[in-house]
Structure formats: structure tokens, C-alpha cells
């Protein structure tokens, strides 16, 4: 492995590194909520398209104005998004493959940490992190995003009747969370954010948010291209109408040249990290 490659490893290595941040390392744990066998044990595991799909989840979340309410009011996203983004990461590996006690802790956290956000939006109406339906929405959003990007960067063949079982299966988790209704095949999760849409709307607070998130600085100058890939990767996920509401230009002609790159990306680190 040449220096530059190396270095670029070591440097993701360390974004992801729980210990460096004081926090204990996720193990995989024979008695976790999924098994090795689970869709969600294989599509959770993989460095680039969990990046990928994280930040376009959460770009499609903020266009339900209770979510970006929530976000605005009760988080410091302005001072430490990257952090966000590494909580929500940390969760979804505790959940996927720690041991089922850890992943009990970490769900009722969550549920604690849900039932003190509550507000007003501009237009008066009230709203509250625990509503099952906003529970449902940033579910679905995640879990569509995560084998979204899974399939687009590491396994196009992926058969329908797995992507199906993965939605049953990560089902589990958004039931222990409170959300409902919750989507168990990928035409239920389709038909979910489809009924959702009517409810989302995009404003300058939303504008504000999203360039706060495509704008994140890489850590060091050799992941600068790392960066780059990963934010226009996560914006070409997105649904066409989704882009639109955010104003957001899809790559276009620079299409094949961001996908054939992520997904070169996506190899090397997978080998890199097994």
C-alpha cells in the first residue's frame, strides 16, 4: 500500500475511532438484535455507504418542518453537525451489532432524549420528537437512504426480496423507538414517503441547515477528496424532488464520474477496514 493510501485510511480510521472520543469501541456480539444472517447486519456494516446514505437521510428529513424544528430548537447543529452525524452512526452500529443489553440502553436514551423535545412551529402548531408518525418519517428516510446507497456502492444485484426483508427486519428498532406506522417491505416504505410528502416544505431555515451540512470541512487535507465524493454521492441519492425542494443542482454530466468514484472509494475502504 503506497503512503498516501495509507494515510488516507488511517485518517477515516480516525473519524470513526469511538475510543479516541472516550467512548467504548461497538463490538459485534453474538447476542445482538440482528444476526449475521439479518439484511440489516450486512447493509450497516459498510464505511462509504453509510456516509453516503446518512447524509442524504438526514437532507431528506429536514424537509419535514417538525424534524427541522426539532433540530433548530434543542441541538447545537451549528457548532458540531459532524458530531450528529457520528451519534446517529454510533447508534445505528450499537443497535445492528452490539450486545442486545447495550442496544436496550441506547434505544431508551433515545426515547429519553425524545420525550424533552417538544415546540411550536413559526405557523403555531405544536409539535414533539416522540410523535410516532415524525418517528416513522425519520425512520423511513434512514433505513431508504442506508440500502439505497448500499445497493447503488456495494451490492447493485441485491435481490428485491432481500432489500423486502431488510425493511421487516429493521422494523424492530423503529417499533422499540415509538414510530408508527412503520414500513416492512420496500413498496410500504415507497408508498410511506409518498403519503409524507404533502407534509414537507423547504424554507430559508431549511436552506440554512442544509448548507451547514454540505459545507462540513474535512478534518485533514488528504480527505478533502473524500469529503467532496461522499456530499455529491449523498445529494445524487436523493430523490429528483427532494434535490428540487433543496435547490440543490443533481451532478449531471459529472454523474458517472461521482458514482464510479464512490464506488471505487467504497471498494478500497471495504477491503481497507476488513
Same mark, same amino acid.
Given at each position: ?80 453537525? =459532524?458530531?450528529?452525524?457520528? *451519534?446517529? #452512526? ?9 450486545? !442486545?443489553?447495550? @442496544? +436496550? /440502553? ?40 442506508? =440500502?439505497?446507497?448500499?445497493? *447503488?456502492? #456495494? ?9 423486502? !426483508?431488510?425493511? @421487516? +427486519? /429493521? ?61 455529491? @454521492? ?41
Amino acid at each position: 500500500m503506497n503512503p498516501l493510501r495509507r494515510a488516507l485510511i488511517g485518517r477515516v480510521r480516525a473519524i470513526f475511532n469511538d475510543q479516541a472520543r472516550g467512548e467504548t469501541p461497538v463490538r459485534r456480539s453474538a447476542d445482538a438484535l440482528f444476526t449475521p444472517a439479518c439484511a440489516p447486519w450486512r447493509v450497516h456494516g459498510d464505511v462509504t455507504t453509510m456516509m453516503v446514505g446518512g447524509i442524504a437521510a438526514l437532507l431528506l428529513q429536514m424537509l419535514h418542518p417538525a424534524v427541522l424544528a426539532g433540530v433548530w430548537d434543542h441541538s447545537d447543529f451549528r457548532q458540531d453537525m =459532524l458530531g450528529r452525524l457520528r *451519534r446517529t #452512526a454510533r447508534f445505528i452500529a450499537v443497535t445492528t451489532y452490539g450486545a !442486545r443489553t447495550e @442496544a +436496550e /440502553a441506547a434505544i431508551a436514551r433515545v426515547r429519553q432524549v425524545h420525550a424533552r423535545v417538544r415546540g411550536t412551529l413559526p405557523d403555531g402548531t405544536r409539535y414533539r420528537a416522540d410523535d410516532p408518525a415524525l418517528l416513522a418519517w425519520v425512520h423511513v428516510t434512514e433505513s431508504i437512504s442506508f =440500502l439505497d446507497a448500499w445497493v *447503488r456502492y #456495494a451490492e447493485p444485484a441485491m435481490p428485491m426480496a432481500d432489500q423486502d !426483508r431488510y425493511f @421487516a +427486519e /429493521a422494523a424492530r428498532v423503529a417499533e422499540a423507538l415509538g414510530a408508527d406506522p412503520i414500513p416492512r417491505s420496500r413498496g410500504e416504505a415507497e408508498a410511506l414517503i409518498a403519503a409524507m410528502r404533502p407534509q414537507l416544505a423547504a424554507n430559508d431555515r431549511t436552506r440554512e441547515v442544509a448548507q451547514i451540512v454540505l459545507s462540513q470541512q474535512a478534518p485533514s487535507l488528504e480527505l478533502k477528496p473524500v469529503r467532496a465524493l461522499t456530499f455529491q @454521492a449523498a445529494v445524487d441519492l436523493l430523490p429528483g424532488w427532494a434535490r428540487e425542494m433543496h435547490g440543490l443542482a443533481g451532478p449531471r454530466l459529472a454523474r458517472p464520474i461521482v458514482r464510479a468514484g464512490t464506488f471505487g472509494m467504497a471498494s478500497a475502504l471495504r477491503w481497507a477496514f476488513r
